[in-house]
């Protein structure tokens, strides 16, 4: 059985937990001092001394309170209480980690057949009786995430409701894909692809996740006589949208930072990846591995939490011309909103898709900030909008999937007018 790496890089998750607990212990207050001599005219000591906790009447009992609920009766005590706290905390989290790299579930969901392929790329055929549809996952992420895990299959599900999903999985990218721009895939894997699915039964619903939906819109706007309706899930247009432009702006500035790693690799590492997201929400991981550790073990909650940590330890390197156009054009520039983004030398213009389209937009997203997804819906001329919630994940994955996105996603497909 292979071990697992997660969470990766754990160098790194490690270090922001001591950073985490070096900025408790520095904020502490420090006993209060002896009152330092007045002069005539001086302030009163108990005004506000510089560098000491306040002494005014509001003060002293909010620090009293604090002392009391942590069981301290001086600051002194409420160190100790403070430190005890983290040492607690910090054995949960290894506690976590330690029960998630020891848990025995492995994904060993059957692959469907393959369609089509083309080098490292393929597209799998769920079967089912209904209009096709087609999921285009990120470059960035396995495309297990839409097959987690039985009674958690978001294809499977859709397969046995009345569809015929058909999924694009990106493989690995070797030699080949290492030059690859974003049209490259764009205009040319994924259209031939959609190509390929169209030949399954007529032009196709295009859904794409995430950077899918960026990647899927651009290759409806191409060609728009295969691709009947567009879904566009958790989707980005707006990178500085939800007072993320600074952010936006700094993760492009990592740029020279990332090159050497680029320029051994032909690509821009998975942990680097890992890293980037981790920058959205640097304590997450600790908090989910020390939630992790209270669950039993064999609870389906626990199995469902290691097949999720699975598949996000388990990317894929991006190619490190897309890294470049990501990072310094969507981020950095935010290229897609101020129509600066172009596919083979072609704006991509959302206003410019005159067919159906579904966006689903998960209130919880901190990957793709809602806001940043609703700058999109305002650009389609008529666009049917899901606002669930869930998180970017969950929305797909979750536990309450099912209800939150498969469902109205199924019966929106379902419900639209036959092809002519």
Known sequence: MTPRRGPRPLPAHLTLALARAWLATASIPQPFPAPPPSSPGSRPWNASWPGFAPRSPEGQAEHRRILSALGAAEAEGFRAAVLRHLQAEDAALLRGILAYRDHPWRRDLPAPPTFWSEGPARLLDYGGEGPVTLFVPSLVNRAAVLDLMPGHSMLR????????????????????????????????????????????????VLAGYCMGGLLTLAAALRRPELVRALVLLATPWDFHAGGAADRARATANLLPLLEPAMAATGGLPVDALQLLFAGLDPFAIARKFRAFGRLDPASPRAAHFVALEDWLNDGVPLPAPVARECLA???????????????????????????????????????????????????LPDPTVLDIPAGHIGMAAGLRAETALWRPLRDWITALPRPT
Do not use: C, K
């Open 329 to 379: 054009g969507w981020y950095g520039q935010n290229t897609p909103m101020a129509g600066a983004w172009h596919v083979a030398g072609r704006p991509v213009d959302p206003a410019a898709w005159a067919g159906p389209a579904f966006l689903a937009i998960p209130r919880g997203d901190r990957i793709v900030p809602p806001e940043s997804a609703r700058a999109l819906a305002a650009r």
């Open 157 to 204: 599900w859709l397969a046995a409701a009345g569809l015929r999903p058909l999924l694009l999985d990106w493989g690995e990218p070797g030699p080949a894909e290492h030059g690859f721009t974003l049209t490259d895939w764009i205009a040319g894997r994924l259209e031939r692809a959609l190509a390929a699915a169209r030949a399954a039964g007529g032009p196709v």
